[in-house]
């Protein structure tokens, strides 16, 4: 229970000042007796004369201390808080829907539970505030209007028992709402146990009441990005990729939030948050402008997407997606910088991921002919020579030296030449809607295997030789998980291109190097490789002398989170994030179409959101007949007992 008008309490202050008033009273003029037999009973009252006699013997004193303190309740406002995801309108249309699928799992009889509720909730008897119309329509394939709009709450619910199932489908109700959403300043909440895609609409509130069961909803892809010009850009913005795996429409609260890098369960901000209705068997591109006041980014910045149920809907089955997490470098325009020292060749592979992270790739021998050469993140060196002493470098990567004639067993190499199809500039098309997700299906003619894993093809590349090269992910049929970040860290693991060898360390997780990769450079780091999770007693998940060069790739933690990476030849750690994307057996996330930025992502929804929402029930009216109740006894005990 809560108080909404707390400020009344004072009023309590009566209570001393009434007491005070009855102890200074003045005694009441007697009469002589001569009723002397009475005067040994009569002794413990003339003799004592205290207070507290005064006040025990006073029962209108008592009424009145009841009375202030009922009043003074009832001025309070006691309430019971309450969640409700009934829109708050002066006029609210509740759609109902009865259409033939309606049928399954009891949907029907939820929904109309669901429209009793919510009448009751708008339309039941309050004492304070005013009450919206609500009007009541049944759809299938074509709408009927129950119940016009009312504030009757005894009409509302007749109409709900006169409403039957019907054996026709929802279809071609796109434009009944697009009307009824222009016709009438209401809002429109529709109970039914799916959202077709065509009735995906800004203003519409829907409410799932379908059998639950297959609820699984997940982040496929996130990042958080500077502003880029040539997109329209001009303010840092969240791009993310929502699936909805289930059969039945979702609805999810996403928030985006900045957590602190030195304890990142504390939450610093929330940056963003949105309401999704994602139809059944489907999914939605998120791309948002983020607002400057709440997102700061001058240092390294960690970040984090969560999805929350909605409501009364039933929680996600597959927790490990709902929430995913990314590191941001500082905004800036000079990029990162990779060096290439001798007798490391920079392969397509290397320029094509490079470009598509925002990195600068450059010779050793080109910085150091600058004046004034930039700080070099990371060197990729093939041998262990110091660094010129003209170059700052914050990290170094050795490569061991390419096997000779005979050693190791090459499967098979693929030389990249010049003209080789490369990403834009800015390469975000490549790695960000160029990446499809597939099922196990045998590789194209054009596919080249990247990375394969225990049960096949895990990585392939393709159109290289025309059109934009996509890359493809192969999840294996039962549970997989695969770490996922746009951070440098990850993507030095990918940096470092190697020889394909026939057979491979076995590592944590089931990806290995494929028997098909593009330019060798080296064969593996000379160093140790820590995966820890960032906390004060930090837990290797791997450790080796002479790791794989896509070790990162292949070190999984068990959980999604916020990790620290270092390296042996360095005290240094750098911050990495790791998204754990998991699919239940048999339900694969399905090839969806390549995309760019929706031609409306710039403009803002500004119909309001469906959000639950807390709210309060006053109870107020049982202390005012309370309050009244006392009165009369009051009255009654004064008329009984006479003046004093």
């Known amino acids: 229970m809560t108080l909404l008008g707390p400020i009344a309490l004072f009023g309590l202050l009566l209570v001393p000042l009434l007491v005070i008033f009855y102890l200074f009273r003045p005694d009441p003029k007697r009469s002589g007796s001569t009723t002397y037999f009475l005067w040994a009973a009569a002794a413990p009252d003339s003799q004592g004369g205290t207070f507290a006699n005064r006040l025990q013997n006073n029962p209108l004193l008592w009424l009145q201390i009841l009375i202030i303190l009922i009043l003074v309740l ?26 033939a699928s309606m049928a399954c799992g009891g949907a029907f009889e939820k929904a109309l539970a669901k429209a009793e509720e919510a009448g009751e909730s708008m339309l039941g008897f309050k004492l ?6 609500v009007m009541l329509i049944a759809v299938d394939k074509n709408p009927t209007v129950i119940v016009p709009f009312t504030k009757d709450l005894s009409q509302y619910n007749e109409g709900l028992n006169q409403l039957r199932l019907s054996e026709d489908d929802l279809e071609g109700m796109r434009p009944f709402f697009q009307s009824l959403l222009k016709a009438h300043k209401a809002q429109v909440w529709l109970l039914g146990d ?3 895609e065509q009735l995906h609409l800004p203003g519409l509130q829907f409410t799932s009441v379908a059998q639950t069961g297959e609820t699984n909803v997940g982040i496929v892809s996130f990042s958080v990005n500077p502003p880029e010009a040539d997109r ?29 890098l030195d304890n990142p369960d504390k939450v610093q901000a929330l940056v963003l948050e949105r309401s999704l209705l994602l139809p059944a068997d489907s999914g939605q591109t998120i791309v948002e402008a983020l607002s400057a006041t709440r997102f700061q980014v001058d240092s390294n910045s960690l970040f984090r997407l969560r999805l929350e149920v909605v409501g009364d809907q039933v929680e996600d089955p597959f927790p490990t997606d709902d929430q995913a997490y990314t590191v941001v470098a500082p905004f800036q325009s000079d990029k990162i910088v990779v060096a290439t020292g001798p007798g490391v060749q920079s392969s397509f592979l290397l320029r094509a991921i490079a470009a598509s992270s925002g990195v600068r790739v450059a010779k050793v021998s080109d910085l150091l002919q600058l004046p004034t050469p930039p700080v070099v993140d990371l060197l990729l060196a093939a041998g262990e020579d110091t660094p010129p002493s003209k170059l700052k470098v914050r990290s170094r990567f050795i490569l061991a030296p390419a096997p000779e ?31 499809q997700i597939t099922d196990k299906t045998p590789p194209a003619g054009d596919e080249t295997v990247l990375l394969d894993s225990s049960e096949g093809p895990a990585l392939t590349l393709s ?18 998980s695969l770490p996922l970040s746009p951070g440098l860290p990850i993507v030095v693991g990918r940096f470092i291109d190697t020889f394909s060898r026939a057979s491979t360390v076995p590592v944590n997780g089931s990806l290995t190097t494929s028997g098909d990769l593009l330019r060798p450079v080296g064969t593996a780091w000379k160093g140790e490789l820590l995966l820890e999770p960032f906390s004060n007693r930090p837990r290797k998940l791997y450790s080796s002398d002479q790791v ?8 999984s933690p068990p959980v999604a989170g916020f990790y620290q990476m270092s390296s042996f030849q360095s005290k240094e750690s750098a911050p990495i994030a790791v998204n754990l994307f998991s699919y239940s057996e048999g339900r694969l996330p399905r090839q969806y179409e390549d995309q760019a930025f929706p031609s409306d992502f710039v403009t803002e929804d500004s119909s ?6 807390t709210r309060y029930r006053e109870i107020e009216l049982p202390f005012l007949i309370l309050a009244f109740l006392l009165l009369l006894i009051e009255a009654a005990v004064f008329l009984k007992r006479g003046r004093p």
């Open 194 to 196: 799916r959202l077709p």
């Open 232 to 260: 329209g850009q001009k303010k840092p913005f969240l791009y993310a990729r929502v699936e909805n795996f289930s059969k039945s429409a979702q609805q999810r609260v996403l928030k985006l939030e900045k957590l602190s």
């Open 608 to 613: 309001e959101k469906p959000k639950e929402e």
């Open 74 to 99: 009832f001025l309070a406002r006691p309430s019971l808080p309450w969640k409700s995801q009934v829109p708050r309108s002066q006029k609210v249309i509740v759609v109902v829907d009865r259409s």
């Open 128 to 133: 304070t505030g005013s009450t919206p119309e």
């Open 463 to 480: 159109g290289l030789s025309g059109g934009l090269p996509t890359l493809r992910w192969r999840f294996p049929l039962s549970y997989s």
């Open 548 to 555: 794989p060069a896509e070790a990162s790739l292949v070190a």
């Open 405 to 435: 004639k005979g050693e190791g067993k090459v499967a098979k190499l693929k030389l990249a030449t010049d003209d080789a199809p490369l990403v834009s500039e800015s390469g975000v098309e490549w790695t960000r809607h160029k990446v």
